[in-house]
């Protein structure tokens, strides 16, 4: 309960402080961004106190205590200003067509998605089989943590993959909330401001009903053409269709071998990357602003979005980046068709955006994401993203795209082109130059760097920049299909065309959503569970304890205790070496009485010991057995102190 009270206290300052900042915009715009701010101050608020305090419930209340004297600020200064009282101008029906239904999949996704009890046993989906163990373990183990945090999968490591969105979950839990409860929980309120982001910022650019609902349809449904392979061959075997709903990893937007790689963003990306979600969510309103503020020449705006950018880089850096890249090529464009004497006004407003995001921005950028960056060695040259292997295109460029995104890939250019015009009126404010042209020079320019620069050392990493040049686009489309739309009026067979179009366009995606509402997977038994729990319970919290290197690992994830070395899978993807690590920790668990040293070194105090290590390794079970003291057994689960003064230390 505690932790819901913590949750709904910054929620409820966010609310306070749009209301403050933003009195003209409608009741709809206010109550999300400040549900969007809420939860970016319950990220950002409690990591400025945790340098001086760990990251502690202190921490966290002292956040809440700042978010309340700034909202109050703000509400108390702008207590005589004008409020517009209308709620929304869009009509009743539309945002709950669109994000209530969606909301309610997103719930079921999260709930069935992570750690779902199951006679004792934590079952996940498919899409978070993988991933998701990563965000447990940060959120865990950041409980008192020193700040700057390190990695519990490698203590000698500093955390400088993006952290934040998992610290909300480490407040709740400090404020006493359970460790699945608090991941669903926020995992589906982020979902939903995801939803209605996208909502009011496809309104804004069109007011058009018909161009929200194409748009929203192909955002979240999206898919290519992989549903052509998937149904190939059906008609001769029944098993094929069944395999996409019972197979791992056989649905029709990710199949690597067939180079089908643009994954729904509801199951790939939304529901297991939780950071990607959290930049989503913020980034949104960061666009939203960045569109009206551009249009309206608003330097107020412009002031809160330096403000917004500027808390991005560590709660999902990709977003950071693609949100530079767009407003790059937006002043650019205004400056472009500015007349001349508007062009200063067209660089004050951006430069005062600029400086200040760039100066909160930048503490983060060189503590955390350049040092990783740089000392992986990830950055270099790569044309046309996942498609190219040794230099060799696998698919002609363009068959690459549409077989991968669709139909849609074909009208994003004619869509940002099309008309001097947006469907709304309102965009005649820039000189002529449509609001929709501005944005499609910014997803060109996000476009551009992910087709040409490989960031990560996973290059399939790129995607998180693609979705967003295809997000920005998505509102063009659809108003450009609803012009279409009203030109073929009186041709037979329009309809016909628009739901073949459709199907098309959200046929894969509607597959993979399905396989993903019926999968389950066990991810941890219940003698891991029970384990993690004693452990939790029992063991010093910055005790460090020697595993194997399994994904799922339970030391790690649920308990939050600092282990020797981690998955690579994790490690190497984040820029890490972890050799020295890996062969230290095979040593120890394959040799441990010649290994006195290597146990000091590492500091470790307990050993792990389950069906992962004796399956992975040689483990010396017997040395373990004589020289430790057996703390804990459960089925094939075994923890040992390295000697009798561990527990009590």
């Known amino acids: 309960m505690g932790g819901i009270l913590l949750l709904a206290g910054y929620l409820g300052c966010g609310v306070c402080l749009m209301d403050g900042l933003l009195p003209k915009k409608q009741r709809l715009v206010r109550l999300w961004l400040g549900l969007c701010a809420g939860l970016v101050m319950m990220m950002w608020l409690p990591t400025l106190f945790a340098f001086a305090l760990g990251f502690t419930l202190a921490a966290s209340l002292l956040g809440l205590g700042a978010a309340a004297a700034a909202s109050g600020a703000f509400a108390f200064f702008s207590r005589g200003a004008a409020r517009e009282r209308r709620f929304t101008d869009m009509p009743a029906w539309l945002p709950l067509a669109l994000i209530v239904p969606m909301t309610v999949l997103s719930g079921y996704l999260q709930y069935t998605h992570v750690l779902r009890d199951v006679n004792g046993a934590l079952h996940v989906g498919q899409s978070t089989y993988g991933d998701l163990c990563l965000h447990l373990g940060i959120a865990t183990s950041l409980r008192n943590a020193a700040y700057p945090p390190h990695y519990s999968l490698m203590p000698e490591a500093l955390l400088g993959y993006p952290f934040l969105g998992d610290s909300m979950v480490t407040s709740m839990l400090l404020a006493g909330s359970g460790l699945g409860f608090s991941f669903v929980l926020t995992g589906t309120l982020m979902m939903a401001l995801v939803y209605t982001g996208f909502v009011l910022f496809c309104w804004e650019l069109t007011h058009s009903r018909a161009a929200t609902v194409v748009a929203f349809a192909l955002m979240f449904l999206n898919g290519g053409l992989g549903f052509f392979y998937a149904l190939d061959g059906v008609g001769r075997d029944a098993s094929a269709f069944r395999e996409i709903f019972t197979g791992f990893y056989k649905t029709p937007t990710n199949q690597p071998a067939l180079n089908l790689r643009w994954v729904n963003v509801i199951c790939d990306m939304m529901v297991p990357q939780r950071t990607l979600l959290t930049g989503w969510m913020a980034l949104l309103g960061a666009l939203w602003l960045l569109a009206t503020a551009t249009r309206d020449r608003d330097a107020r705006s412009f002031a809160i979005?330096?403000?917004?950018?500027?808390?991005?880089?560590?709660?999902?850096?990709?977003?950071?980046?693609?949100?530079?890249?767009?407003?790059?090529?937006?002043?650019?464009?205004?400056?472009?068709?500015?007349?001349?004497?508007?062009?200063?006004?067209?660089?004050?407003?951006?430069?005062?955006?600029?400086?200040?995001?760039?100066?909160?921005?930048?503490?983060?950028?060189?503590?955390?994401?350049?040092?990783?960056?740089?000392?992986?060695?990830?950055?270099?040259?790569?044309?046309?993203?996942?498609?190219?292997?040794?230099?060799?295109?696998?698919?002609?460029?363009?068959?690459?795209?549409?077989?991968?995104?669709?139909?849609?890939?074909?009208?994003?250019?004619?869509?940002?082109?099309?008309?001097?015009?947006?469907?709304?009126?309102?965009?005649?404010?820039?000189?002529?130059?449509?609001?929709?042209?501005?944005?499609?020079?910014?997803?060109?320019?996000?476009?551009?760097?992910?087709?040409?620069?490989?960031?990560?050392?996973?290059?399939?990493?790129?995607?998180?920049?693609?979705?967003?040049?295809?997000?920005?686009?998505?509102?063009?489309?659809?108003?450009?299909?609803?012009?279409?739309?009203?030109?073929?009026?009186?041709?037979?067979?329009?309809?016909?065309?628009?739901a073949v179009f459709m199907a098309v366009s959200t046929l894969s995606g509607v597959l993979t959503i399905g396989r993903e509402v019926v999968s389950d997977y066990r991810l941890f038994a219940p003698e891991e569970a029970e384990a993690a729990a004693w452990i939790e319970t029992n063991t010093p919290q910055h005790a460090v304890f020697l595993t194997g290197q399994q994904h799922n690992n339970a030391v790690a994830a649920l308990a939050g205790r600092d282990i020797v070395c981690g998955t690579g899978s994790y490690l190497y993807f984040h820029g890490i070496d972890y050799s020295a690590q890996q062969i230290a920790e095979q040593r120890m668990l394959e040799q441990p009485g010649d290994s006195a040293e290597l146990f000091q070194r590492y500091g470790v105090d307990y050993v792990y010991l389950s069906s992962y290590e004796l399956g992975d390794f040689d483990v010396d079970a017997a040395w373990f057995d004589d020289n430790c003291a057996l703390v804990f057994q459960k089925g094939s689960v075994r923890v040992y102190a390295l000697d009798g003064q561990a527990l009590g230390a």
């Not at 808390?311 to 950071?320: D, E, G, Q, R, V």
């Not at 299909?481 to 329009?494: C, E, F, I, S």
Request: glycine residues 10%; contains cysteine; charged residues 15%.
């Open 305 to 498: 979005l330096g403000v917004w950018a500027g808390a991005l880089p560590m709660i999902h850096t990709h977003s950071f980046l693609a949100l530079g890249l767009i407003s790059a090529g937006m002043m650019a464009g205004c400056v472009l068709r500015a007349p001349a004497a508007d062009r200063r006004g067209v660089l004050t407003r951006f430069a005062l955006y600029g400086a200040i995001a760039m100066v909160l921005a930048l503490p983060q950028l060189l503590t955390w994401a350049v040092p990783q960056t740089v000392k992986g060695g990830s950055l270099r040259l790569r044309f046309n993203w996942v498609n190219n292997q040794g230099g060799r295109l696998i698919d002609g460029y363009c068959w690459f795209w549409i077989k991968n995104m669709g139909p849609v890939w074909l009208l994003m250019v004619p869509a940002a082109l099309s008309g001097r015009r947006s469907v709304n009126a309102r965009d005649r404010e820039l000189s002529g130059f449509a609001l929709f042209r501005l944005l499609g020079i910014g997803a060109l320019c996000v476009y551009l760097a992910a087709e040409l620069i490989q960031f990560q050392p996973n290059e399939y990493d790129n995607n998180k920049l693609f979705y967003v040049a295809y997000m920005v686009m998505l509102p063009a489309v659809g108003a450009y299909l609803v012009r279409l739309w009203d030109r073929l009026r009186g041709l037979p067979g329009r309809a016909l065309l628009a």
